[in-house]
């Protein structure tokens, strides 16, 4: 008991620290894909590759047939992508973390069967798959 009272501040400490790294884990939503298991996707051909890149991320490199709307334009411009609501969606990024929200603004306009590609781009990249600037 006495080492729960001189040590409580570390003890505080990790826990809160521990709790800090579980909660990005806990918060992500919808599906990871990782670049092989997206290359099938697309491979198959019904499915859309939606990168929620900025124009400048884009512009610096993204998969080729890429359709680019960004993440803070998404819910304005679901229209565009409307047709592909039976088809599968993968998202992607630059790293992957702007992915998962727009999974969540997807399935909640409607679509069902959307995955984030898990590392983004730069996993992509890192995979030596082709790259269009």
Request: zero cysteines.
């Amino acid at each position: 008991m006495k080492f729960l009272i001189d040590n409580i501040f570390l003890i505080l400490l990790v826990v809160i620290s521990g709790g800090s790294l579980l909660v990005p884990l806990l918060q992500r939503s919808g599906a990871k894909v990782s670049v092989l298991q997206a290359t099938q996707l697309i491979n198959q051909g019904k499915t859309l590759l939606l990168d929620v890149s900025d124009a400048a991320e884009f512009a610096k490199g993204h998969a080729r047939d890429a359709k680019n709307i960004p993440l803070k334009d998404l819910a304005t411009r679901l229209v565009e992508i409307e047709k592909f609501k039976p088809k599968t969606v993968v998202v992607v990024d630059p790293t992957g973390v702007k992915s998962s929200k727009a999974t969540a603004i997807l399935k909640k306009a409607g679509f069902n069967d959307v995955h984030s590609l898990s590392g983004g781009m730069a996993a992509w990249q890192t995979q030596g798959l082709p790259t269009v600037k």
